[in-house]
């Protein structure tokens, strides 16, 4: 693989039935593991990983506008605002669907003093009601979402809840199956058409804002189910780091251009996927801090392999206060410049890994992860038009494999990609 | 006004500098009226409001890379990602620019057991050594976000906090001042931009992620500074409601197609703004549902003067039991369905008004907010291609003035918008 996206029936592609059983058998064994039952999910990765449907991108994370109980024995319960409830009936027969309460976080301070406390009561009823049906009612109810409100809500009407719950997810979600690791693949191959895209129009004038109109505008024709908006930082805004998300800059020959594509998603599979393009030949400067940025990720890649840690990676890549002229006086000071996250339906799965934590709090490397890792570096060569100078920025989505690791992402990383002028 | 969006030196157009003066008076009245004399803000929203600066759009609300301290009497600082903070002592002079420690919430799920909690130890340290310089720290921090992780660290050294400062930095963005409506009237005639190219490229073959695709580029083309991912319904992905965010679905003649057009975005103010069009001439049965939405819209517009309430807004509304075909049990179960909402950084601010708390909690309206209402019809037209029918679908962004209200959307609404084939 990878094949195309059309469903077709004279070729296997993503298997979309097998992957939501899996998801589903991975979910249960984790819930078990941990000692839960019932879990309610509000965190929209959860509801879409044991239920499918999709979430209301505006509202990442909590929305609570949909969300789900999930049983290690029994059908799953996916609540859905009023307007979706029939329409997913119908879109996904896997699930049971009821009217969801709806639970808006910004209820708390965008309504009347009374109004959210009124919608938590009667929220926590229906919750209550369910686990009596499924005869659950005396077992502690996992929660993946730490927000007092819902919790003390849930305590009123006598259940019991247990955090437990959001890190049984995410053991869950951290090893994929097949068909999510073909999704990440369909997803790096999208934004492998947007760098295509980028390498054409990158010219002197073009602003950073046009270049994120052509990615989102490629992303979606190319299959995309989410764009985001991809950060574009060039010249001084990538001044030893990424500084924005995009603006109106027009580019100047002599820039280096920062392409952060996160969050272009492919049923739901996310991209973390950087490349850094040239306005124009790249200096010596510029090409030497791109060779340090590449070295940094591929010794880093190159310490993958069964049996190692997060700590193995992390070793690789120097201290804060060692990163040329864009050196931190700490590591939290460099969060994300050399930087790894385990990449899903979340952007951010595990495991993390940082300076900041992962020398103190290794972590195993399992077969079956997918893992994100980016690492930046300074030009050194400052101008009045750059008083920080420039910095590259590179990022590769890879597989970790029984023997070693996959690279799902193809788009030539030996060098900068030159835009002539 | 509205004039151009480039910054010159011939025509005063949005006062950038007024606005982000205005906008932290606001802010100090709504601290100093509550009792706080120092505000931990870790909402992007509210970093934005007074600080300024771009947050991260990937991580909606709070992120953990940013965050500020603002005082009603003293300078604010701002707290950023490493890689951010020299560039932005340059691009925010008004602020005094530290390192963040990252705090990300995803910390406490998919990094190891103690992680979190010694960023949070570490943060909590860094504010109070905040506090202590500007000889604060005996006083109540107001905070914006209810983290139990959060407070509970800051507790640890001895910090005590109250939540009122959530419902005091609403009230200060409820009422907007002039140079905030017109960002609000910059990012309703971006939306136009979008309706425009629909009215020319709606037609049958057409997919609703093409749609998304025009509108994403559209509006990074017309100078939005964000378009998250507009929501596009067709056809039976209009059952009696919005059922999806978008999808690889064909139009075909007789579709009605919603587009829903939230959180387009310019300097941070965003839109909430849906037109519904046809492919082909419209039946009289859509006909019918487009008058009846309509009448729901304008008889709620015409109810908006000083002194009304969003009581005497919601009354306009049908209750959930009579709203046709597309009935519903309840009103919890009709959220969104007829809806109104504040908007500006936020899509949704103060007012929330709704059937679900509206009549019993009623709020005044007050002249200067800036509000969304959005109201939906079904077509009872049923078929094989439309089990569930059709739905209409509007809205209108609107401004409350002394004496009534002014409408800052200006599509055509007086009828669906036919797309000829």
Same mark, same amino acid.
């Given at each position: 693989?990878?094949?195309?996206?059309?469903?077709?029936?004279?070729?296997?592609?993503?298997?979309?039935?097998?992957?939501?059983?899996?998801?589903?058998?991975?979910?249960?064994?984790?819930?078990?593991?941990?000692?839960?039952?019932?879990?309610?999910?509000?965190?929209?990765?959860?509801?879409?990983?044991?239920?499918?449907?999709?979430?209301?991108?505006?509202?990442?994370?909590?929305?609570?506008?949909?969300?789900?109980?999930?049983?290690?024995?029994?059908?799953?319960?996916?609540?859905?605002?009023?307007?979706?409830?029939? @329409?997913?009936?119908?879109?996904?027969?896997?699930?049971?669907?009821?009217?969801?309460?709806?639970?808006?976080?910004?209820?708390?301070?965008?309504?009347?003093?009374?109004?959210?406390?009124?919608?938590?009561?009667?929220?926590?009823?229906?919750?209550?009601?369910?686990?009596?049906?499924?005869?659950?009612?005396?077992?502690?109810?996992?929660?993946?979402?730490?927000?007092?409100?819902?919790?003390?809500?849930?305590?009123?009407?006598? $259940?019991?809840?247990?955090?437990?719950?959001?890190?049984?997810?995410?053991?869950?979600?951290?090893?994929?199956?097949?068909?999510?690791?073909?999704?990440?693949?369909?997803?790096?191959?999208?934004?492998?058409?947007?760098?295509?895209?980028?390498?054409?129009?990158?010219?002197?004038?073009?602003?950073?804002?046009?270049?994120?109109?052509?990615?989102?505008?490629?992303? @979606?024709?190319?299959?995309?189910?989410?764009?985001?908006?991809?950060?574009?930082?060039?010249?001084?805004?990538?001044?030893?780091?990424?500084?924005?998300?995009?603006?109106?800059?027009?580019?100047?020959?002599?820039?280096? $251009?920062?392409?952060?594509?996160?969050?272009?998603?492919?049923?739901?599979?996310?991209?973390?996927?950087?490349?850094?393009?040239?306005?124009?030949?790249?200096?010596?400067?510029?090409?030497?801090?791109?060779?340090?940025?590449?070295?940094?990720?591929?010794?880093?890649?190159?310490?993958?392999?069964?049996?190692?840690?997060?700590?193995?990676?992390?070793?690789?890549?120097?201290?804060?206060?060692?990163?040329?002229?864009?050196?931190?006086?700490?590591?939290? /000071? /460099?969060?994300?410049?050399?930087?790894?996250?385990? $990449?899903?339906?979340?952007? @951010?799965?595990?495991?993390?890994?940082?300076?900041?934590?992962?020398?103190?709090?290794?972590?195993?490397?399992?077969?079956?992860?997918?893992?994100?890792?980016?690492?930046?570096?300074?030009?050194?060569?400052?101008?009045?038009? @750059?008083?920080?100078?420039?910095?590259?920025?590179?990022?590769?989505?890879?597989?970790?494999?029984?023997?070693?690791?996959?690279?799902?992402?193809?788009?030539?990383?030996?060098?900068?990609?030159?835009?002539?002028?």
């Amino acid at each position: 693989m990878s094949f195309g996206k059309i469903a077709v029936d004279w070729e296997e592609r993503i298997n979309l039935d097998r992957m939501r059983r899996e998801r589903v058998e991975r979910a249960k064994t984790a819930c078990k593991k941990h000692g839960l039952e019932a879990a309610l999910l509000l965190h929209n990765d959860n509801v879409r990983y044991v239920g499918g449907g999709d979430g209301v991108h505006m509202w990442h994370g909590v929305s609570g506008y949909r969300y789900a109980l999930f049983f290690t024995e029994g059908e799953t319960v996916l609540y859905e605002a009023g307007m979706r409830k029939n @329409y997913m009936e119908r879109a996904l027969p896997w699930c049971k669907v009821e009217y969801a309460i709806p639970i808006m976080p910004y209820l708390a301070t965008s309504t009347p003093e009374g109004v959210y406390e009124k919608q938590l009561e009667k929220f926590a009823n229906q919750i209550k009601a369910s686990l009596k049906e499924h005869k659950l009612s005396k077992e502690v109810l996992g929660i993946d979402t730490n927000s007092p409100a819902v919790i003390n809500a849930l305590k009123k009407v006598g $259940i019991e809840t247990s955090l437990k719950c959001s890190k049984a997810m995410m053991e869950a979600r951290k090893i994929k199956t097949k068909d999510e690791v073909e999704c990440l693949r369909m997803a790096a191959g999208i934004a492998e058409a947007i760098f295509s895209e980028f390498k054409k129009v990158i010219k002197p004038g073009v602003t950073e804002m046009q270049l994120r109109a052509i990615a989102t505008y490629t992303a @979606y024709m190319a299959g995309a189910d989410w764009a985001s908006a991809p950060d574009i930082n060039s010249g001084p805004h990538t001044s030893q780091g990424m500084t924005i998300q995009c603006s109106d800059r027009a580019i100047r020959p002599g820039d280096l $251009i920062a392409a952060a594509l996160c969050n272009i998603s492919y049923n739901g599979y996310k991209t973390c996927y950087y490349r850094t393009f040239s306005c124009g030949r790249p200096t010596e400067a510029q090409k030497d801090a791109y060779k340090k940025a590449l070295d940094l990720l591929y010794s880093a890649i190159n310490a993958i392999k069964p049996g190692a840690t997060t700590k193995d990676i992390a070793e690789k890549w120097p201290r804060a206060q060692d990163m040329g002229s864009a050196k931190r006086p700490n590591e939290d /000071a /460099a969060v994300l410049m050399q930087w790894g996250h385990g $990449i899903g339906l979340g952007l @951010y799965e595990t495991p993390v890994i940082s300076r900041i934590w992962s020398l103190d709090f290794p972590e195993k490397l399992e077969p079956g992860m997918t893992i994100a890792l980016e690492t930046l570096w300074p030009t050194e060569e400052k101008s009045y038009e @750059y008083p920080y100078g420039q910095a590259v920025r590179i990022e590769e989505m890879l597989h970790v494999t029984e023997t070693g690791v996959e690279i799902l992402s193809k788009w030539p990383v030996d060098e900068i990609t030159v835009c002539e002028i």
